[in-house]
């Protein structure tokens, strides 16, 4: 969950500041690939962690 919340604070961080500097746009694109990696970090992970087994 670490990894997920750097990953998000990381990007919305950089988002932020591509948007407020002039000729930054790499930054804001930046940010929004790093949000994309951690809800994709964060979908692989609630997969990987659900239990299989059968209801009772």
């Known amino acids: 969950m670490a990894l997920f919340l ?3 604070v990381a990007g919305i961080a950089l988002i932020a500041i591509g948007a407020g500097v002039d000729g930054m746009l790499y930054l804001s694109s930046a940010g929004v690939l ?3 990696a951690g809800l994709l970090y964060l979908a692989a992970r609630s997969v990987w962690r659900s239990p299989r087994r059968p209801a009772r």
């Open 6 to 8: 750097a990953l998000l």
């Open 34 to 36: 790093l949000l994309i």
